[in-house]
């Protein structure tokens, strides 16, 4: 069997300080230093995940809205099974505002907290009705006053479906990043604002799927693949997970395989 198309043996090396138990991030790295090594793992990720994209399925703004609110405690691969049955009998937020609560419900269940996510999505429906004509603003300033909507959802809905570059900083984002060095913060926002000046601002919205990628398909949260990561070279947390090629490229996930956990 061949392995993984996101595999990428590596050489044998010394393991970093954080897989020593160190902290992955250096004080003693220069800003500059750090915003190079940032952009080159950039460069890599965009060759090791070409094919890294959205994994919520949409056909407009509204769609992916209602799609990102959903995937809250659940994966992408299960909001992808219910929102085609959704969006034929609630196509925009005018006929999502006037859902029957039972019925929105039932067809939320397979989501997981439903009877929350039918109060959310209701609400937000209304809410873009009542202040937004049925339509999805496209300003950071306007999307996160609506109901259930932070920045990192405002971030997905801008980048996918306004083309706005945006950082979505989701757990694999900041698990991975945080690994990779560029911060100690746990604040989403100021985990987004530090990595901001890392990356150029035009690479924002794929940089992200391709981190959010690494993490679902190489860069586990329990066991990291670090001998099979392209990454290695340049991450202090290199060890933390096995580095012999074999075992880790074992651990690393098919698209099929990994589909959104």
């Known amino acids: 069997m061949s392995s993984p198309a996101y595999a990428r043996p590596v050489p044998p090396r010394a393991r970093r300080a954080a897989a020593r138990g160190g ?54 691969k299960m909001v992808n099974r219910v ?9 925009d937020a005018a006929t999502l ?5 039972a019925d929105l419900e039932e067809i939320l269940k397979p989501t997981g907290f439903f009877r929350a996510k039918a109060n ?4 937000l429906a209304q809410a873009l009705v009542e202040r937004f004509d049925g339509e999805v603003p496209a ?29 979505t900083v989701d757990t694999h984002f900041g698990r991975l990043v945080r690994r990779f060095g560029w911060t100690t913060e746990e604040d989403p926002v100021k985990v987004e604002t530090e990595v901001a000046e890392l990356v150029p601002k035009r690479e924002w919205t794929m940089f992200s799927h391709r981190v959010i ?26 060890g933390i997970g096995p580095t012999d090629p074999e075992v880790a490229t074992k651990l690393v996930k098919t698209p099929a395989a990994s589909d959104t956990e």
Not at 30 to 37: E, F, N, Q
Not at 216 to 232: D, E, I
């Open 139 to 167: 300003r950071m300033a306007d999307l996160v006053t609506l109901p259930g909507v932070g920045r990192k959802t405002a971030n997905v809905v801008l980048g996918n479906a306004f083309g706005v570059p945006g950082l």
């Open 23 to 76: 902290s992955p991030f250096d004080p003693q790295e220069t800003p500059l230093a750090r915003t190079r090594r940032a952009r080159r793992m950039a460069r890599e990720l965009a060759l090791i995940h070409p094919d890294a994209h959205c994994e919520l399925d949409f056909a407009n703004a509204f769609e992916l809205l209602v799609a990102t609110v959903l995937s809250a405690q659940t994966t992408d």
């Open 83 to 91: 929102t085609p049955t959704l969006f034929a009998k609630y196509p």
């Open 120 to 123: 959310s999505v209701l609400g």
């Open 97 to 101: 505002a006037g859902a029957d609560r």
């Open 213 to 238: 990628f690494h993490g679902r398909r190489v860069c586990h949260a329990k066991k990291a693949a670090c001998g099979a990561c392209g990454l290695a070279r340049w991450c202090p947390s290199y």
